[in-house]
């Protein structure tokens, strides 16, 4: 059983870029969700997708936006990137049962200078 | 609006120890679960213990156990035989039925003494 990845493990870029995050989901979870890590907090919740729709989305302006594909993977963008967005991104996978448990990847650091 | 407070920032125990973590959380559902989330310097988070709300008995896995006490909202983490292994981050999160999205405290930074 393949655990959820996320590439780039590192990502440095200058505000005003834009950004493209990548999720691989466990496999056979259908639901992927991300959330945003600011250091020394704990994740915030940026939006969920299930069977490639957008299923739920925390308090984040619209510049953050996703994609899930057939195979359930998926990105996170983010434009005209702000310093603040610095922080760790987390995908986490799941299958939607009663268990709501959430399977997390490493992580993605992005430095916004 | 669901929140969870962790109180602790920082805590330390000696090798072989008992230390407990502390949660209080808010929701005004009746159907939610609640997870205690492991960070290691490593970074990837690591699902600890899991407990239904409409479930008494306190969840246990292993070494870790948990108090859920519904009326006072609160969720403490146990950890028996502390090992050097146990140090890191320890995040309470909330969630309720029929969303699966995860609402987390700030996170107890736990360190283990040899």
């Known amino acids: 059983e393949t655990g959820v990845t996320q590439s780039p493990t590192h990502l440095i870029k200058t505000r005003g870029q834009q950004v493209t995050l990548r999720c691989s989901s466990q496999s056979g979870h259908n639901t992927v969700s991300w959330y945003q890590q600011a250091l020394g907090q704990g994740p915030q919740f940026i939006f969920q997708?299930?069977?490639?729709?957008?299923?739920g989305r925390g308090n984040f302006p619209p510049r953050f936006s996703g994609l899930q594909f057939p195979n359930y993977s998926s990105e996170l963008n983010v434009n005209a990137l702000e310093l603040d967005d610095s922080a760790l991104y987390l995908c986490?996978?799941?299958?939607?049962?009663?268990?709501?448990?959430?399977?997390f990847g490493p992580g993605t650091r992005l430095t916004v200078t | 609006a669901q929140t969870v407070t962790q109180s602790q920032p920082e805590m330390s125990v000696q090798e072989a120890e008992t230390v407990t973590l502390s949660c209080t959380y808010d929701?005004?559902?009746?159907?939610?679960?609640l997870f205690w989330y492991k960070q290691p310097p490593s970074r990837q988070m690591i699902l600890v213990i899991r407990?239904?709300?409409?479930?008494?008995q306190n969840a246990t896995e292993n070494r870790f156990s948990v108090n859920f006490q519904k009326a006072a909202k609160s969720f403490s983490l146990k950890i028996s035989d502390s090992q050097l292994g146990d140090t890191a981050m320890y995040f309470c999160a909330l969630t309720q039925g029929g969303s699966e999205k995860l609402v987390f405290g700030k996170g107890t930074k736990l360190t283990v003494n040899p």
């Open positions: 929701t005004s559902e009746n159907n939610y679960y």
């Open positions: 986490a996978s799941s299958l939607r049962t009663d268990s709501y448990e959430q399977y």
């Open positions: 407990q239904e709300a409409y479930k008494q």
């Open positions: 997708y299930y069977r490639e729709e957008e299923n």
